[in-house]
């Protein structure tokens, strides 16, 4: 009963298992041209479970390479992921990927508001 509730609870908070980061990190990782994956973030909505990666390629591929490659990755996660309904893949040049390089420290939350830029 304990781990029954335990898991709906998780579910109200969004709480997604850690083994379907670690898998989605697995699938991705055999996609041809993705260097490295520097966020995966996996939510529940409703019924239906999402996720959103950043990857990183190679900084010398052109805007359409690295869209075609964020398409395959897509396509492998929601054929290789049965219980996934959808993915967003957001695509970084190797050596600059992941959050911290798209903070923007004028805008966090605690951050005085001048708006002036």
């Given at each position: 009963m304990w781990d029954a509730g335990k898991s709906v609870f998780s579910r109200m908070l969004d709480g997604v298992d850690p083994d379907i980061v670690d898998e989605i990190r697995q699938i991705?990782?055999?996609v041809k041209d993705v260097k490295?994956?520097?966020e995966v973030r996996v939510r529940w909505l409703g019924h239906r479970l999402y996720a959103e990666v950043n990857i990183a390629v190679d900084s010398g591929l052109s805007v359409k390479e690295g869209h075609?490659?964020?398409v395959n990755v897509r396509?492998?996660?929601l054929h290789g992921l049965d219980y996934l309904s959808n993915?967003?893949?957001h695509v970084d040049p190797l050596?600059?990927?992941g959050?911290?390089?798209h903070r923007l420290p004028e805008h966090e939350l605690n951050a005085p508001h001048d708006n002036s830029h």
């Open positions: 991705v990782s055999q490295d994956i520097t075609e490659i964020a396509h492998t996660m993915a967003v893949v050596g600059a990927s959050e911290i390089f």
